[in-house]
């Protein structure tokens, strides 16, 4: 059975229809990523999932019970932790308080808090000397790591991640992704949405493609990356067909 | 109120009911009342309804007004209209010093200066005595000649009030009352499409504390007798109750809702001492249950008309001449640490079609709202048509032939479809602006949509009035943000006709766009942007193959194979 | 220079409880974005719930305190379900006039019921205060800078220290992600508000043994609070402390050396100076706009 499984989804900002029936799932333990231009609905299926956007139609279940249109509170509470687009660092809390935080979905002794954020000081090294800094003076890769930290100590069974490699320098794209395979062989399942199709589909075992709010194409990387209409939805029909 | 005959009709009653009905003087007072109070609401109207200010200090200008009146004519011996008038206008004088030194800032400081200019203004006149007389207040205060008798000057009072009410109804569908509204609506977009913002908000403030001294200076004549605890704090949130009441976005709402807060005190004697109390439920139940008011809600049952002229072909009349129209060098704009734009080139040629591209966060939409004068650069320059302009504000850019939509489509949500474009089109000034206006709105094929609330419109119709709206301003240079973005299929295809049309007529477009076949069908030239720095510069064929923006699109160069 | 130190002394007692009412006043608008025009109404309650328990119910002064506090919080409570929640996805504007509208609606309805006599209510506590070199401490203004001292000290302690006061602050900084991360958002609004209440209410109780407790104080204070928030730099916890000490302060010193009538009037100057010379404020940042 599918960990997380999406059928018929339909969303809207308003008036603006966002998602239009999109249907995917995603197996325990895998990376599944969602590809797609801006403005696709790569975002706008994270949110309904999370819970920040209440689905207009279909059904959203995780681990076989219906979740679409709960409160991001409850989402988060059964084990789905959701980094979104642009890190969402609190500016004005230090690196050490952001990581507290992420454990806010579970009860949790101070003693083990203390210890998990250890861990996650172990796993993100680079964060340690600015674990009393406020979190506006990091660099946006090491907000990114800091948003990934935070995430973790949600001990979620399903992350969702919005554009990891947003704004980041290559190396550092290469950095935030090994850790990402990490938590994979931690046993977190991924949901990866991102606009960098190459560095995504290179540790994804799926992906699906969006387009304007529908899903296009679904397979295995190496598929995807040699299929056309990927690239079209890239960088334009044309292009594509001469490339 | 359109027609002058039904005016004159309207002004004829007014002096009717006041000489002539048979009214016992109790009634007379009360109505005096009510016409003074209803002058000083509709500057509320004004200021609140119209453009979205929140001022608190109206009891005090009505009482500048008044004391305006009874210092002038007892003091120094003016005539009733000469005091009057001298107590209008240093009322219309410090609500400019007030709005002036205030309403740069956001919209609570305001709130906030009121409330203590008011307080000041009554420790003014409750402790100079030499000149207020104090507490004990100002007594026999002289009606005008000939207007001594009650009946008379309740007359008065109700001409006055018909006319300002009549004058703040119209100033609704005037280019001023218009501009104000769009400030209301979205401050960001009026500046854009040339209002200057700053000074629409110190005009609207200035006329309510005009209306408001000159309410205050006929209630000074009506009662004959006024002291500094008619013009408290508390007479200001009452004067904002009735205007809330009765609905602040129309004149008519405010002379309804103060001749029911006048007039049900009276009926509801039981509850004599917690009237006030009442009002303040009342305003907190307002604003949950019906924040447009009484006249709001009856008058959104009805269609709007509008008078839109017959459409005509639009000509835009700043010809793109030759070469760069718009030239930009090391453009700057950082964030604290963050480089959002860091020295980025861009040369826009006249006539061209120029697609400004890439990855999410590239600094795209900060160069535009650079460009159109929304941040001021950090660095670097930018020439329009030849002339330098950087760090200019946004009205200014408008007038100089700089038009931009937004991302997040920004329209004045209660003013139709029409009256938005009419905003943008004001520079032509009178006659001219309507038809250009018109002609705008039937070039992006909504002229059947004119009198439609904007806010009522769907997705793909509030892109083509905001596009229509810049249009109206006659623009050199169009600056699009993601014009596709949410519209479907069919629309995106009617999006590609449209921005081909536009070149037909002269005018340059800059465009940023994520939608790549757009991009590849219109576009002349494109710009790339990675990391707040351009990568590429070139024809679509050139640039959309360029290995760094294929990196920087899909990650690293393009047919690497996969395990 | 005894008397500069004297009224240097009596300032920072009154500006003390004006930095209460500001601190509440900002840690909602904190919270919520808005900006809370009945705070002073707060401190007014605090100051009659006093009069209601000890003069007209007779009890003693401690368990006055106790139930005044008690009665604030649920006033809080109260005040956030029928004020802010409602409106809490409106603009800004009706949720300001909403709380505009509370204001009338609370000084009215005391006034209603209690009439427009003030009363008066005894210090907190009998001691006479103290005698240095011609410098004389009132005890009661004494108590009102030590306790606003412990009062501010214990805040910075719960914000800084307790993993609660840190979901506040997130929560304040960005509702969204606060509530991804599983913080119960309306829950930190309602203790915002609670808290703010208390703090007003503390106020209240505070101020009225020195000023007559009539329907007229919330008014009064919250103006002194308003200009304090912005002469401190609207949004900033610490200068609304100093904005407040500063305001009672120079009122005391411009009704001495000045006029007594105009006592009202000198917070507004100078706030009107600040807005038009720094209205970023004491420490604020510079007033930043968005696109």
């Given at each position: 059975m599918s960990l997380l499984e999406l059928r018929e989804v339909d969303a809207a900002y308003g008036a603006v229809q966002a998602l239009r029936g999109v249907s995917l799932s995603v197996a325990r333990g895998e990376i599944v990523a969602l590809l797609g231009a801006n403005g696709a609905g790569k975002s706008t299926t994270l949110r309904a999932i999370s819970g920040l956007l209440r689905p207009a139609g279909g059904t959203i279940l995780f681990d076989g019970q219906p979740i679409g249109g709960l409160h991001p509170e409850r989402v988060v509470r059964l084990g789905i932790a959701h980094v979104p687009e642009g890190r969402r660092v609190f500016p004005g809390l230090s690196v050490r308080e952001n990581i507290l935080l992420g454990a806010s979905n579970r009860r949790a002794s101070r003693a083990e808090m203390a210890q998990d954020a250890s861990a996650m000081f172990a796993l993100f090294p680079d964060l340690v000397r600015f674990a009393d800094a406020p979190g506006w003076t990091l660099s946006g890769g090491q907000q990114q790591m800091l948003a990934l930290a935070r995430g973790l100590m949600a001990k979620p069974t399903l992350l969702l991640l919005d554009e990891p490699s947003l704004g980041l320098a290559p190396l550092i794209v290469q950095q935030v992704f090994r850790i990402i395979r990490q938590i994979r062989e931690t046993g977190t399942t991924v949901l990866l949405v991102e606009q960098n199709a190459r560095v995504a589909l290179s540790i994804a075992d799926r992906g699906y493609v969006l387009e304007t709010g529908r899903l296009a194409v679904s397979g295995a990387p190496a598929e995807l990356w040699n299929n056309e209409e990927v690239r079209a939805a890239y960088l334009g029909g044309r292009v594509a067909k001469a490339g | 109120m359109k027609n002058p005959a039904l005016a004159l009709l309207g002004a004829a009653a007014c002096v009717v009911l006041g000489l002539v009905a048979p009214l016992d003087d109790y009634l007379i007072k009360l109505l005096m009342q009510a016409a003074t109070y209803a002058i000083a609401v509709l500057g509320l109207t004004i200021v609140l309804g119209y453009t979205g200010q929140i001022s608190l200090a109206q009891a005090a200008f009505f009482g500048i007004g008044a004391y305006g009146v009874a210092l002038g004519s007892t003091g120094l011996g003016l005539s009733f209209f000469a005091a009057l008038a001298l107590g209008t206008l240093l009322a219309g004088l410090f609500g400019v010093l007030l709005g002036g030194s205030t309403l740069k800032l956001g919209g609570h400081y305001l709130a906030m200066v009121t409330i203590s200019f008011q307080e000041i203004l009554t420790l003014v006149l409750t402790n100079w005595v030499g000149l207020t007389h104090g507490p004990d207040g100002v007594a026999n205060i002289p009606r005008p000649t000939g207007l001594v008798a009650a009946p008379r000057y309740l007359a008065l009072c109700l001409l006055v009030l018909f006319a300002t009410a009549w004058a703040v109804g119209a100033l609704k569908r005037r280019p001023l009352g218009l501009a104000m509204q769009a400030v209301r609506d979205n401050e960001l977009a009026a500046s854009v499409v040339g209002v200057n913002t700053y000074r629409v908000k110190i005009i609207a403030f200035a006329l309510s504390a005009l209306l408001g001294g000159l309410g205050g200076g006929l209630f000074a004549g009506a009662f004959r007798y006024i002291s500094p605890d008619q013009f408290s704090f508390d007479d200001s949130v009452v004067l904002l109750t009735m205007a809330l009441l009765g609905g602040v976005e129309a004149a008519t709402g405010s002379v309804i809702g103060t001749a029911l807060l006048v007039l049900l005190p009276e009926w509801l004697r039981f509850l004599r001492q917690f009237y006030l109390a009442v009002y303040g439920l009342a305003v907190i139940l307002i604003m949950v249950f019906m924040p447009a008011g009484i006249w709001g809600f009856l008058a959104g049952l009805r269609p709007r008309r509008v008078a839109m002229p017959q459409p005509g072909g639009l000509v835009l009349g700043r010809a793109a001449g030759e070469g760069a129209l718009l030239e930009v060098v090391g453009l700057a704009k950082h964030f604290g640490g963050l480089r959002a734009v860091d020295g980025v080139d861009l040369r826009v040629l006249a006539g061209e079609v120029h697609a400004l591209i890439g990855p999410n966060g590239s600094g795209k939409t900060t160069t535009l709202n650079v460009l159109s004068g929304l941040y001021r650069p950090t660095g670097g320059s930018v020439r329009l048509a030849g002339r330098e302009v950087a760090g200019h504000a946004p009205h200014l850019l408008a007038a100089a032939g700089l038009g931009r939509t937004f991302q997040n489509i920004r329209l004045f949500h209660s003013l139709t479809a029409f009256e938005n474009v009419l905003i943008g089109a004001q520079a032509a000034g009178g006659a001219q602006a309507a038809e250009r206006a018109a002609a705008a709105l039937d070039f992006v094929g909504l002229a059947d949509r004119a009198g439609a609330i904007a806010a009522s419109l769907p997705y793909g119709h509030q892109r083509m009035v905001e596009i229509a709206r810049a249009l109206a301003g006659n623009p050199a240079l169009l600056l699009l943000d993601e014009p596709a973005a949410g519209l479907n299929l069919t629309e995106k295809q009617a999006l590609g006709q449209l921005l081909d049309r536009l070149r037909g007529l002269g005018v340059t477009l800059l465009l940023i766009e994520h939608d790549m076949d757009l991009v590849e069908q219109v576009a002349d030239r494109i710009t790339v942007l990675n990391f707040g720095k351009r990568i590429a510069d070139g024809t679509p064929a050139e640039v959309l193959r360029h290995p760094e923006v294929v990196a920087a699109y899909?990650?690293?160069?393009?047919?690497h194979e996969f395990a | 220079m005894s008397i500069a130190l004297q009224l240097l002394f009596t300032g920072i007692g009154i500006g003390a409880v004006y930095a209460l009412v500001a601190l509440g006043f900002v840690l909602i608008y904190r919270a919520t974005n808005v900006v809370n025009f009945a705070q002073g109404q707060f401190a007014m309650l605090g100051a009659f719930g006093m009069v209601i328990t000890t003069e007209g119910l007779g009890l003693p002064y401690w368990l006055g305190i106790l139930l005044t506090l008690a009665a604030m919080a649920l006033f809080g409570a109260l005040f956030n379900l029928g004020v802010y929640y409602p409106l809490r996805h409106r603009s800004f504007l009706p949720v300001v006039i909403s709380t505009i509208g509370a204001s009338i609606l609370l000084t009215n309805g005391v006034l209603a019921t209690y009439g427009p006599e003030p009363a008066t209510l005894p210090g907190l506590t009998d001691l006479p205060g103290l005698n240095f070199g011609g410098l004389f401490l009132d005890s009661q203004y004494l108590a009102i800078i030590a306790i606003t001292l412990v009062l501010v000290v214990l805040q910075y302690l719960f914000f800084e220290r307790t993993l609660l006061g840190k979901k506040l602050q997130a929560t304040s900084q960005d509702k969204e992600m606060a509530s991804l991360l599983g913080i119960p958002v309306a829950g930190m609004i309602m203790l915002t508000f609670v808290y703010s209440a208390v703090l007003g209410g503390i106020a209240g109780i505070l101020v009225a043994p020195i000023l007559f407790v009539s329907v007229g104080l919330g008014a009064q204070i919250a103006l002194k609070a308003f200009a304090a928030s912005i002469i401190g730099g609207f949004g900033d916890i610490p200068g609304a402390i100093a904005g407040g000490l500063a305001i009672g302060v120079i009122e005391t010193f411009g009704a001495f050396y000045i006029s007594v009538p105009y006592k009202d009037a000198y917070a507004f100057v100078l706030l009107f100076a600040f807005l038009l010379l720094r209205p970023q404020g004491l420490f604020g940042e510079k007033v930043s706009q968005k696109a």
């Amino acid at each position: 059975m599918s960990l997380l499984e999406l059928r018929e989804v339909d969303a809207a900002y308003g008036a603006v229809q966002a998602l239009r029936g999109v249907s995917l799932s995603v197996a325990r333990g895998e990376i599944v990523a969602l590809l797609g231009a801006n403005g696709a609905g790569k975002s706008t299926t994270l949110r309904a999932i999370s819970g920040l956007l209440r689905p207009a139609g279909g059904t959203i279940l995780f681990d076989g019970q219906p979740i679409g249109g709960l409160h991001p509170e409850r989402v988060v509470r059964l084990g789905i932790a959701h980094v979104p687009e642009g890190r969402r660092v609190f500016p004005g809390l230090s690196v050490r308080e952001n990581i507290l935080l992420g454990a806010s979905n579970r009860r949790a002794s101070r003693a083990e808090m203390a210890q998990d954020a250890s861990a996650m000081f172990a796993l993100f090294p680079d964060l340690v000397r600015f674990a009393d800094a406020p979190g506006w003076t990091l660099s946006g890769g090491q907000q990114q790591m800091l948003a990934l930290a935070r995430g973790l100590m949600a001990k979620p069974t399903l992350l969702l991640l919005d554009e990891p490699s947003l704004g980041l320098a290559p190396l550092i794209v290469q950095q935030v992704f090994r850790i990402i395979r990490q938590i994979r062989e931690t046993g977190t399942t991924v949901l990866l949405v991102e606009q960098n199709a190459r560095v995504a589909l290179s540790i994804a075992d799926r992906g699906y493609v969006l387009e304007t709010g529908r899903l296009a194409v679904s397979g295995a990387p190496a598929e995807l990356w040699n299929n056309e209409e990927v690239r079209a939805a890239y960088l334009g029909g044309r292009v594509a067909k001469a490339g | 109120m359109k027609n002058p005959a039904l005016a004159l009709l309207g002004a004829a009653a007014c002096v009717v009911l006041g000489l002539v009905a048979p009214l016992d003087d109790y009634l007379i007072k009360l109505l005096m009342q009510a016409a003074t109070y209803a002058i000083a609401v509709l500057g509320l109207t004004i200021v609140l309804g119209y453009t979205g200010q929140i001022s608190l200090a109206q009891a005090a200008f009505f009482g500048i007004g008044a004391y305006g009146v009874a210092l002038g004519s007892t003091g120094l011996g003016l005539s009733f209209f000469a005091a009057l008038a001298l107590g209008t206008l240093l009322a219309g004088l410090f609500g400019v010093l007030l709005g002036g030194s205030t309403l740069k800032l956001g919209g609570h400081y305001l709130a906030m200066v009121t409330i203590s200019f008011q307080e000041i203004l009554t420790l003014v006149l409750t402790n100079w005595v030499g000149l207020t007389h104090g507490p004990d207040g100002v007594a026999n205060i002289p009606r005008p000649t000939g207007l001594v008798a009650a009946p008379r000057y309740l007359a008065l009072c109700l001409l006055v009030l018909f006319a300002t009410a009549w004058a703040v109804g119209a100033l609704k569908r005037r280019p001023l009352g218009l501009a104000m509204q769009a400030v209301r609506d979205n401050e960001l977009a009026a500046s854009v499409v040339g209002v200057n913002t700053y000074r629409v908000k110190i005009i609207a403030f200035a006329l309510s504390a005009l209306l408001g001294g000159l309410g205050g200076g006929l209630f000074a004549g009506a009662f004959r007798y006024i002291s500094p605890d008619q013009f408290s704090f508390d007479d200001s949130v009452v004067l904002l109750t009735m205007a809330l009441l009765g609905g602040v976005e129309a004149a008519t709402g405010s002379v309804i809702g103060t001749a029911l807060l006048v007039l049900l005190p009276e009926w509801l004697r039981f509850l004599r001492q917690f009237y006030l109390a009442v009002y303040g439920l009342a305003v907190i139940l307002i604003m949950v249950f019906m924040p447009a008011g009484i006249w709001g809600f009856l008058a959104g049952l009805r269609p709007r008309r509008v008078a839109m002229p017959q459409p005509g072909g639009l000509v835009l009349g700043r010809a793109a001449g030759e070469g760069a129209l718009l030239e930009v060098v090391g453009l700057a704009k950082h964030f604290g640490g963050l480089r959002a734009v860091d020295g980025v080139d861009l040369r826009v040629l006249a006539g061209e079609v120029h697609a400004l591209i890439g990855p999410n966060g590239s600094g795209k939409t900060t160069t535009l709202n650079v460009l159109s004068g929304l941040y001021r650069p950090t660095g670097g320059s930018v020439r329009l048509a030849g002339r330098e302009v950087a760090g200019h504000a946004p009205h200014l850019l408008a007038a100089a032939g700089l038009g931009r939509t937004f991302q997040n489509i920004r329209l004045f949500h209660s003013l139709t479809a029409f009256e938005n474009v009419l905003i943008g089109a004001q520079a032509a000034g009178g006659a001219q602006a309507a038809e250009r206006a018109a002609a705008a709105l039937d070039f992006v094929g909504l002229a059947d949509r004119a009198g439609a609330i904007a806010a009522s419109l769907p997705y793909g119709h509030q892109r083509m009035v905001e596009i229509a709206r810049a249009l109206a301003g006659n623009p050199a240079l169009l600056l699009l943000d993601e014009p596709a973005a949410g519209l479907n299929l069919t629309e995106k295809q009617a999006l590609g006709q449209l921005l081909d049309r536009l070149r037909g007529l002269g005018v340059t477009l800059l465009l940023i766009e994520h939608d790549m076949d757009l991009v590849e069908q219109v576009a002349d030239r494109i710009t790339v942007l990675n990391f707040g720095k351009r990568i590429a510069d070139g024809t679509p064929a050139e640039v959309l193959r360029h290995p760094e923006v294929v990196a920087a699109y899909l990650g690293e160069e393009a047919g690497h194979e996969f395990a | 220079m005894s008397i500069a130190l004297q009224l240097l002394f009596t300032g920072i007692g009154i500006g003390a409880v004006y930095a209460l009412v500001a601190l509440g006043f900002v840690l909602i608008y904190r919270a919520t974005n808005v900006v809370n025009f009945a705070q002073g109404q707060f401190a007014m309650l605090g100051a009659f719930g006093m009069v209601i328990t000890t003069e007209g119910l007779g009890l003693p002064y401690w368990l006055g305190i106790l139930l005044t506090l008690a009665a604030m919080a649920l006033f809080g409570a109260l005040f956030n379900l029928g004020v802010y929640y409602p409106l809490r996805h409106r603009s800004f504007l009706p949720v300001v006039i909403s709380t505009i509208g509370a204001s009338i609606l609370l000084t009215n309805g005391v006034l209603a019921t209690y009439g427009p006599e003030p009363a008066t209510l005894p210090g907190l506590t009998d001691l006479p205060g103290l005698n240095f070199g011609g410098l004389f401490l009132d005890s009661q203004y004494l108590a009102i800078i030590a306790i606003t001292l412990v009062l501010v000290v214990l805040q910075y302690l719960f914000f800084e220290r307790t993993l609660l006061g840190k979901k506040l602050q997130a929560t304040s900084q960005d509702k969204e992600m606060a509530s991804l991360l599983g913080i119960p958002v309306a829950g930190m609004i309602m203790l915002t508000f609670v808290y703010s209440a208390v703090l007003g209410g503390i106020a209240g109780i505070l101020v009225a043994p020195i000023l007559f407790v009539s329907v007229g104080l919330g008014a009064q204070i919250a103006l002194k609070a308003f200009a304090a928030s912005i002469i401190g730099g609207f949004g900033d916890i610490p200068g609304a402390i100093a904005g407040g000490l500063a305001i009672g302060v120079i009122e005391t010193f411009g009704a001495f050396y000045i006029s007594v009538p105009y006592k009202d009037a000198y917070a507004f100057v100078l706030l009107f100076a600040f807005l038009l010379l720094r209205p970023q404020g004491l420490f604020g940042e510079k007033v930043s706009q968005k696109a």
